[in-house]
């Protein structure tokens, strides 16, 4: 059994770290300081509530639970924000991140997996799906910022630290029932839990609450692709944290510091996300409204992961089907709903 240290731990993608590593026998240890995580989603681990970039409580939680490695995924992830806000996230993915990574190497805590993201590619067409090669050149504060988080975590490798970098598009879905665990993100920005919501009777509330009031919307139906619609990569969460958790026995093996992707490999168009969703939540009826394009969205982006199965061994299991009907058995949950009702009203509160 492995003790690892989880920042990031009450957020979505954590949180099933949390849980997948717990049933692995590991001990997990999570840190975060709730800015929009739930302290319901640390039900796996040790939770200790503070923040990444406060030296002196990371170094109080190492010396407490001596972790053998840590999995970083405490961030903000709203593109929108970050380029309305870059401080906010050059604070918060950048400096903090570097703050902490100097933090664990000074307690001895040399081995780190970084949950980054394929935004660090940008914007790349004709080069599909894209490599670990593919030059990074991110459009907006949130990749740049991650971006350069990856890249201070890789100049510590000459004193020891040895890390993974993972990079990844589209995390959806959530662990099995018993678990409680999904994403509860206010506002919520990813495709498939915007969609999903729409398909499955959501109290107007509860759409208004997350930002889904206006409907689900196609952003663009000319793209040079088979139907015109964008093409993207979609990966279960557990598929995603069974990479996780392949990355951090890697390390513990002495594997050298290195940088996967991990995505499907298969994209799929918006259109034949909202097909999919149609037949998984029996709603043939649903229509979405069709809108221009948005700048910044490139007409492919799938990410090739040959580089993770063959030196990780991973290999994701999970369908789309079963990405939509994870993901609307979550949604449609008295904790889900509950959650957003109050980080809403908290908000509501914390502007009077
Ligand atoms: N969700 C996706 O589809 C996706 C895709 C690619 C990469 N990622 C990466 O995965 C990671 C997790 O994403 P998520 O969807 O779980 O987000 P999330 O918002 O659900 O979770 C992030 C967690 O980090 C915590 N946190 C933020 N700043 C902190 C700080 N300074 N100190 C302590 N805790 C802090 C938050 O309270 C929250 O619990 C991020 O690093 C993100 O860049 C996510």
């Known amino acids: 059994m492995s003790t690892v240290l989880i920042s990031g731990g009450a957020g979505y993608i954590g949180s099933h770290a949390a849980y997948v590593l717990k049933l692995a026998g590991h001990e997990p240890v999570i840190i975060d300081n709730l800015a929009t995580g739930n302290a319901w989603a640390t039900a796996f681990g040790l939770f200790e509530q503070g923040d990444i970039g406060d030296s002196d409580f990371v170094r109080g939680v190492c010396e407490k639970y001596r972790p053998v490695a840590a999995m970083h995924f405490a961030a903000f992830i709203e593109v929108g924000e970050s380029v309305n806000n870059p401080a906010k996230y050059f604070e918060n993915n950048r400096d903090k991140a570097v703050r902490f990574f100097q933090t664990l190497h000074r307690c001895g805590v040399n081995k780190t997996v970084f949950s980054s993201t394929a935004a660090v590619y940008g914007e790349v067409g004709g080069e599909e799906p894209i490599a670990e090669t593919t030059p990074t050149k991110p459009i907006n504060p949130y990749g740049q910022s991650k971006l ?159 580089k993770a199965r063959d030196v990780l061994g991973w290999s994701p299991s999970h369908s789309l089907a079963d990405i939509l009907g994870d993901a609307a058995t979550w949604h449609r949950s008295a904790l889900y709903q509950a959650t957003v009702l109050a980080k809403v009203r908290s908000k509501e509160t914390a502007v009077k």
């Open 148 to 306: 350069d988080a990856e890249q201070a975590l890789r100049t510590l490798d000459p004193d020891g630290m040895r890390s993974v970098t993972l990079r990844y598009f589209n995390v959806a879905g959530a662990a099995p029932v018993r678990a409680k665990l999904g994403e509860a993100h206010v506002p919520e920005s990813h495709l498939i839990p915007r969609l999903v919501m729409q398909l499955i009777d959501t109290p107007p509330s509860l759409l208004v609450a997350v930002g889904l009031q206006g409907g689900f919307t196609v952003y663009g139906d000319d793209y040079p692709t088979p139907d015109g619609t964008a093409i993207r990569d979609y990966v279960h969460i557990i598929d995603l944290i069974d990479g996780h958790v392949r990355a951090l026995e890697y390390l513990l093996s002495d594997g050298e510091t290195n940088i996967f992707n991990l995505g499907s490999g298969t994209g799929y168009s918006v259109n034949e996300i909202v097909e999919a969703a149609r037949k998984a939540l029996d709603r043939p009826d649903f229509l979405p409204d069709i809108a221009p394009r948005r700048g910044g969205d490139p007409a492919v982006l799938v990410a090739g992961s040959q």
